[in-house]
């Protein structure tokens, strides 16, 4: 049953999201969001698989402009989150 | 079966570079928990990006490479020149944009896995059917409501639109996207002789539904309040992305998209709480539209004392300990600079200087720190609500500026106010409190603010980073 393993994965990674992400402190997240946002340009996994399989034209017109989304939310993310993460990265503050 | 140029290759390397992948991205997130471990935790997680990516592209038999590599540089191109050309102002907006994109590409992924099923004469099996639909109806919100909420951070439209029985068009257009979904699932040959009937056309009345849905969720909701919109339109990216996993039996997708789905949650409740607001109050409610009208000049009448830069850099002449409280008029200002140089200017003359930020200023969670940080302010100054509250009593000066609602009295209030029992800075212990601020306009709460009446309050009427560059020089001049 691949859906009940997929669920599986499911809900163990809901948890342990849920208890990595509250431990990061607010001064991160707006980097958190952007980064996050970034991995959730994983997508375009799917975009490659369909997109390169190429069976239809419509099929393909579709993947391409999933891949072009894809990437932009991917690339944009991480320079963004990098850009900022470099600014709290830069000091030579202590512990919170 | 590998195919392409990594044919030949054993079937389980494809499932092992995910697990490689989704381990990096949560070591990522991990290293994300600390300021100094955060940058390599992003690079970590892009390193897995680049790794599901690349091994994705060579595991399946890409026929036309030259789309693929032209769809990758174009994405890589536009995302970069946006990222690089980006003011940290602008941050929220943005983030609000890729976010739309990461939901789009979910649902036209499932939309195209469709048409390739249907177009083979196939029913797609029910499973696959299922979360198409929810990928299509999930990407698809996201994708216009984030367009919505960018537009409106950006000021490209500030209408709050309401209208008699906007629930009721929700609610319709919620039940044309789940019929068309249903349609989807156990009728899917009933457009079978109609010329489209290889376009799969249930899914696209889904989506069609979806997107009009995704514009009405988002124009009734005011600016102020478009943090908990961004945070939760992420988790749904990061869900539509899990849902898509689910489509095409993919693993990564789903641990990734989940982690992601966890973190916009996250957020969004913090923010709520930070409100004392419910979420269906939030994205139901209709309130967190900016007035900006000058009718509370009446409210004030004579009990206002405002101060000018001179003044104000005389108390902290004498000052041990301040406070500065920024909020969203700092970042329309763009004063973090002035700011960040007053405190540092306070600091070496040995004056205690902290930031209190309170979780809902600005327009993203986290954005006074992301901007304070770009202005150079060490985060070990940056306080959080719960953190600087008890210090407010032994402190001198608190500077307040651009900020309104987080620091009104009147939230302490148990009921009868918008924003009773939301948890505020409590400035008012303070010995001597300047607030900064170009009017007496209310914050987004539309509610007078005593505070602002107070003995021990000073205004500084002025733009903010005016305000605060005048303090600096005027400070200067003085040491």
Request: aromatic share 6%; net charge negative; proline share 5%.
């Amino acid at each position: 049953m691949a859906l009940i393993e997929n669920l599986t994965l499911f809900v163990l990674a809901a948890f342990l999201g849920y208890s990595i992400i509250t431990k990061i402190p607010t001064n991160l997240h707006t980097p958190l969001m952007s980064g996050a946002n970034a991995i959730s340009g994983i997508t375009l996994i799917g975009s490659v698989v369909v997109a390169g399989s190429g069976a239809t034209t419509l099929a393909t017109v579709l993947g391409f402009v999933a891949v072009v989304m894809a990437t932009v939310n991917v690339v944009g993310g991480y320079l963004v989150s990098h850009m900022m993460l470099d600014q709290f990265g830069r000091q030579d503050g202590g512990d919170r | 079966m590998a195919e392409g140029v990594l044919a030949g290759a054993p079937d389980w390397l494809l499932p092992l570079a995910y697990l490689v992948a989704s381990v990096l991205f949560i070591q990522g997130l991990r290293d994300m928990t600390h300021p100094r471990t955060a940058t390599r935790g992003n690079a970590t997680s892009a390193a897995g990006m680049f790794l599901a990516v690349a091994v994705t592209v060579l595991w399946f038999e890409i026929l036309s490479p030259v789309v693929l590599a032209a769809a990758l540089l174009l994405g890589a191109a536009i995302g970069t020149w946006l990222a690089v050309t980006v003011e940290t102002t602008e941050m929220p907006q943005l983030v609000g944009l890729f976010n739309g994109f990461g939901g789009g590409a979910s649902a036209l992924v499932a939309g195209a896995e469709l048409t390739e099923i249907f177009d083979r004469d196939a029913a797609a099996t029910p499973d696959v059917a299922v979360a198409a639909a929810i990928a299509g109806i999930i990407g698809s919100v996201t994708f216009w409501g984030s367009l919505v909420a960018a537009g409106k951070l950006h000021g490209v439209f500030r209408r709050t639109i309401r209208y008699r029985g906007e629930h009721l068009v929700k609610v319709v257009l919620l039940a044309v996207a789940l019929t068309a979904g249903a349609f989807l699932v156990l009728q899917p040959g009933v457009f079978g002789e109609t010329p489209l009937a290889a376009w799969a056309p249930s899914y696209w009345v889904l989506v069609a539904a979806a997107s009009v849905l995704g514009v009405a969720l988002v124009v009734p909701i005011g600016g102020a309040d478009m943090p908990v919109v961004i945070a939760l339109l992420n988790s749904y990216s990061g869900l539509a992305a899990a849902t898509t996993g689910f489509v095409l039996d993919n693993t990564v997708l789903i641990i990734a998209g989940t982690l992601v789905g966890a973190a916009g949650m996250i957020l969004t409740v913090i923010m709520c709480e930070s409100m004392n607001r419910s979420l269906p109050n939030v994205l139901f409610g209709g309130w967190g539209e900016e007035a900006t009208d000058d009718e509370m000049d009446d409210i004030y009448e004579g009990e206002i004392q405002s101060t000018s830069p001179e003044e104000v850099e005389m108390l902290l002449d004498t000052a041990q300990r301040v406070v500065i409280v920024p909020g969203y008029g700092m970042a329309v200002a763009q004063a973090q600079h002035a700011v960040a140089e007053l405190a540092e200017l306070l600091e070496e003359n040995g004056v205690d200087v902290e930031f209190g930020i309170h979780p809902v200023a600005g327009r993203m969670p986290g954005h006074m720190n992301v901007l304070l940080a770009e202005a150079d302010v060490p985060y070990d100054k940056m306080r959080e609500l719960e953190e600087v509250n008890p210090t407010f009593s032994e402190t001198d000066v608190v500077i307040v500026t651009g900020a309104n609602d987080v620091v009104n009295p009147k939230a302490k209030e148990a009921e009868g106010t918008p924003i009773s029992g939301m948890p505020i800075l409590n400035v008012d212990e303070a010995r001597t409190v300047i607030v900064n601020k170009r009017s007496l306009s209310p914050g987004f709460s539309g509610i007078p603010n005593p505070l602002f009446t107070l003995d021990k309050t000073s205004m500084l009427f002025g733009d903010a980073k005016q305000s605060m560059q005048d303090l600096v020089n005027e400070y200067k001049e003085n040491h």
